[in-house]
């Protein structure tokens, strides 16, 4: 199993900027898309961002203008800059990396992995 550590989540208030980062632990031989979900309380997971190896980005509407998904795939590592945040933006956030593994010698299995989740909350 791949494991995505996240972390950079926290309490901010509104208008305020948060900067979420998450790590893949494995012996990654190449990562096809990163990106990131969140999940209100009460809700299902929506998708915000997403970034290919070649960096194409996607965005939901609602994070289209205040969020900027990066990447560093030398650090297997992706980046969700959060600007102007909103009440509304409160949610777990979940880091999902869709990418292939080294799991022996000359043996690669393809993962599509979530992190545990970090919380997001935005005061009023």
């Known amino acids: 199993q791949v494991q995505l550590v996240e972390s950079g989540g926290g309490l901010v208030q509104s208008g305020g900027s948060l900067r979420l980062s998450c790590v893949a632990s494995?012996?990654?031989?190449?990562?096809?898309?990163m990106g990131w979900y969140r999940q209100a309380a009460g809700k299902t997971r929506e998708l915000v961002a997403t970034?290919?190896?070649?960096?194409?980005?996607n965005y939901a509407d609602s994070a289209k203008g205040r969020f900027t998904i990066s990447r560093d795939n030398a650090k297997n590592t992706v980046y969700l800059q959060m600007n102007s945040l909103k009440p509304e933006d409160t949610a777990v956030y979940y880091c999902n990396a869709d990418l292939v593994a080294t799991v022996g010698v000359g043996v690669f299995q393809h993962f599509t992995s979530w992190g545990q989740g970090t919380q997001v909350t935005v005061s009023s």
């Open positions: 970034v290919t190896n070649g960096g194409k980005t």
């Open positions: 494995r012996s990654i031989f190449s990562i096809n898309a």
